[in-house]
């Protein structure tokens, strides 16, 4: 049998870790408390000591400047913060949830094994897909897979090529929602279109909660002032409405208990309440279901859904599955919410090859970005005696930025566009501004906002730093000279962008920079977490 590979659900509120058992079967490996499930909070107690998990959450009210939350939601994002005169990024942040999840999932089966395949939403990015890779490099696991949740979570419930049908995954967990169209047929998964909002989840399901007992709180007790406003109180109620929202989920009221400057109260909450608080949270996860469907049949023009799939602890809202069935005519079927990710990541672990596995877990996290590893290796691997390959689309749009001469500004031309099915490999021309020109610069920018805009504010430069992006020595030309341009995205979801002068050959590849860390802050990162210890 290969070796232990565990799968990852590196989840925004909370995390989970599973394996294959000697049956070959998925297991959620059980943290040191006793839970499936681990709060994806880290809580810096010394400049060598970090908690992960329950404990961290509930330290929260007491530390709130030394516990980080949410960190998945600024994955691929450059903000540093100083923790005991030490910096930590998303990445290094993540990192520390990863290490500990292992630790413990090692410490559990008593498997030596750092390989890992970690799951992230489809509609990540390239820089956050590579944070996420980099997050585990930094805890010095063997990244071999990056696998999109809802795949994982089709896995998790024994779907298999060998059928042809598809799939809506309705992924919405405690802080991203994620809408996916799958089509399974031979020997291949194929995500025809994804989409969803990463700051949408079921934190905010409970900020709803809080703002509705707090209102009834205030009212009841007659206090004037506001109780949020104290930290002690507003962790403590956060906790406590989060619970109050599972109860929700399986009875017809919830009971709180409130206090605040020796002003106590018990407040009731009705499910009906709450469903009236959070219906615009719910019906904004509906109007996205309908726009990934439009983007799925405007590809696959007559595409039928079979099933749903409900994926994502906050799907266990009972609203959840009622919103659905008053819009749409799907079955749904549910998966193990919270744990599926977890699980079709170590199914996927299983299947990967160790020659598809690319072993840069180690050493290769400080390597030029030329040299980088690709993201997503194992995108063909083997389940159940049979070769499968995965398929995605582009879940951002990439482009270049022109000038308008007309306007005097700057703008993206986008050559390839979200929900492109990957690989892209297109082309066009653009033009020289002026006679005379000798040499023409070339930026590459990914969409960064929900949609795409040709404002230059609302994408990312993914232009390598540390390289010069000019075609120069351009020969004696006149204005509106073309220069031919090709984007190619791999299946990986790695753009590079080829331009060329047709009349002399100049020529320049660039190939886009993931990565958020610079080497040596990646190597430094790497120091600081060997250093940090679990506290138990
Ligand atoms: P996930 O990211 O998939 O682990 O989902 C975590 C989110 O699911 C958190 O916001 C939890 O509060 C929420 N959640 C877990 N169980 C339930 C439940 N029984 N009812 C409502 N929400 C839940």
New binding site residues.
């Given amino acids: 049998m290969s070796e232990d590979v565990f799968g990852i659900?590196l989840?925004?509120?909370?995390s989970?870790i599973a394996h294959m058992d000697e049956y070959g079967r998925p297991q959620i490996i059980q943290n040191r408390d006793g839970q499936n499930?681990t709060p994806s909070v880290v809580y810096f107690e010394s400049a060598s000591n970090f908690v992960v998990g329950q404990e961290a959450k509930n330290g929260a009210r007491v530390y709130p400047d030394e516990t980080v939350s949410l960190i998945k939601r600024e994955m691929g994002e450059k903000n540093e913060r100083i923790f005991f005169d030490q910096p930590f990024y998303p990445e290094t942040i993540s990192s520390l949830i990863l290490k500990q999840l292992v630790t413990e999932a090692q410490e559990a089966t008593g498997s030596t094994s750092s390989k890992v395949v970690i799951t992230v939403p489809a509609y990540f990015g390239l820089g956050e897909k590579e944070s996420t890779r980099q997050a585990g490099q930094i805890a010095g696991l063997d990244v071999v897979g990056i696998l999109a949740e809802p795949v994982a979570a089709a896995l998790s419930v024994g779907i298999t090529s060998a059928q042809d049908k598809c799939y809506f995954v309705y992924d919405l967990?405690?802080?991203t929602f994620d809408c996916t169209v799958l089509r399974v047929t031979q020997n291949a998964f194929e995500v025809v279109a994804t989409d969803g909002n990463r700051k949408l989840?079921?934190?905010d399901?409970?900020e709803a909660l809080f703002d509705l007992v707090l209102s009834k709180f205030v009212q009841e007790s007659g206090i004037d002032d506001d109780p949020a406003a104290d930290p002690e109180f507003y962790q403590g109620l956060m906790n406590d409405v989060?619970t109050a929202?599972?109860t929700?989920?399986?009875k017809e009221k919830a009971r709180l208990r409130c206090s605040y400057e020796g002003v106590q109260a018990v407040i009731f909450v009705t499910k009906e309440e709450f469903e009236a608080a959070t219906r615009h949270l719910l019906n904004e996860t509906l109007d996205i279901v309908q726009r990934t469907l439009d983007a799925a049949t405007s590809k696959v023009p007559g595409l039928n859904i079979d099933e749903v799939l409900l994926?994502?602890?906050?799907s266990?809202?009972p609203q959840v599955a009622e919103g659905l069935s008053s819009r749409f005519p799907w079955p749904l079927r549910n998966t193990e919410?919270?744990l599926a990710?977890a699980q079709g990541a170590a199914i996927y672990g299983s299947g990967v090859q160790p020659a598809v596995s690319d072993g840069d877990g180690g050493e290769g996290s400080a390597a030029p970005a030329d040299d980088l590893p690709m993201l997503g290796s194992g995108q063909e691997i083997v389940l159940d005696g049979r070769q499968v390959t995965f398929t995605n689309v582009l879940s951002k749009s990439v482009g270049v930025r022109f000038f308008n001469k007309k306007t005097k500004e700057h703008y993206i031309g986008f050559l390839a566009h979200a929900q492109d099915k990957l690989p892209v490999h297109t082309t066009m021309t653009a033009f020289t501004i002026e006679d005379h020109q000798t040499s023409v610069e070339l930026q590459l920018y990914e969409q960064s906002g929900e949609a795409e805009s040709q404002e230059v504010e609302h994408n990312k430069r993914i232009t390598p730093e540390g390289v010069d992006p000019r075609i120069t020595g351009l020969p004696d030309l006149p204005e509106g000279s073309p220069i031919e341009l090709t984007l190619s995205i791999t299946n990986e979801g790695l753009a590079s962008l080829h331009a060329v002068e047709p009349t002399s050959g100049h020529e320049l590849t660039l190939e886009a920079s993931l990565s958020t860390m610079q080497p040596e802050e990646l190597e430094q990162a790497r120091g600081i977490v060997s250093r940090m210890d679990i506290s138990i």
Avoid at 11 to 14: A, C, D, K, S, V
Avoid at 311 to 314: L, N, P, Q, Y
């Fill in positions: 659900d989840g925004t509120t909370y989970a499930t967990g405690g802080g989840g079921g934190a399901w409970d989060e929202k599972k929700l989920s399986k994926v994502g602890g906050s266990r809202m919410f919270d990710v």
